[in-house]
């Protein structure tokens, strides 16, 4: 029973334009969301992160939106650029005190074409 | 600053071998997580350790073993490997809050 789900496996946008990777859980205890971006041979690295108390969380080009009635999260990258292609993870907590432990997505591979 | 170093990065077995995955980190984070990677199937949890001392399994812990050796080090064995345990394993450390998760750089492990 997958948690987390990212339906699309890839997603191809170009340079300039926004890419918006979306993800979905059915957990209703997961409290926290966060984003991570995996590029080939390295290990995945934190990008971005919303509690559920908020809507919206915006870190530069890195929008994340949280959907808490729909149990969906998005997030936005604007504009795109071709460092962005990469392999995008989300990932869901619950319990916003002490120890957490993460449950991931299969992930969204964006291509950035120039 | 070198955060969460895992060894070895390559290693071919064969079925029936055994072997110690170690991981390292140095954030004082007291939080260590064992994660293996496979096509469409995203990250999926092993092992993990929430503090020194104790350890936990996660989605998928069979034909694993692990060790909180202390604060710093956290150990994946192999007792007899599978070739369905070929597989890029991440080591990852955790902060207290917000709960985010610093990765090494994986260790791709085949098994013929």
């Known amino acids: 029973d997958q948690q987390v789900k990212q339906n699309s496996p890839s997603l191809s946008v170009q340079e300039g334009r926004i890419s918006i990777l979306n993800c979905d859980y059915t957990?209703?205890?997961?409290?926290?969301f966060l984003w991570y971006k995996k590029y080939p041979a390295e290990g995945p690295t934190f990008l971005i992160s919303i509690s559920s108390i908020k809507d919206k969380n915006e870190d530069g080009r890195f929008t994340v939106f949280l959907n808490k009635s729909a149990k969906h999260l998005s997030l936005h990258i604007v504009p795109s650029q071709p460092g962005d292609s990469a392999v995008y993870f989300c990932a869901a907590s619950a319990g916003n005190t002490g120890f957490q432990k993460l449950v991931f997505g299969t992930g969204t591979r964006l291509l950035v074409s120039p | 600053n070198a955060g969460v170093t895992q060894t070895p990065k390559f290693q071919v077995l064969k079925t029936g071998q055994s072997m110690t995955l170690q991981c390292a980190q140095d954030?004082?984070?007291?939080?260590m997580y064992w994660y293996r990677q496979d096509p469409g199937m995203g990250l999926r949890l092993i092992y993990y350790s929430a503090s020194e001392g104790t350890t936990d399994k996660g989605e998928v812990p069979n034909g694993y073993n692990v060790s909180r050796l202390n604060k710093r080090e956290f150990s994946l064995r192999l007792e007899s490997a599978a070739p369905s345990q070929t597989s890029v394993y991440f080591c990852?450390?955790?902060?207290?809050?917000?709960?985010?998760?610093?990765f090494g750089e994986g260790s791709r492990l085949t098994v013929l």
């Open positions: 990852a450390s955790q902060r207290q809050k917000p709960g985010e998760l610093f």
């Open positions: 954030m004082n984070h007291n939080s």
């Open positions: 957990n209703s205890m997961f409290d926290y």
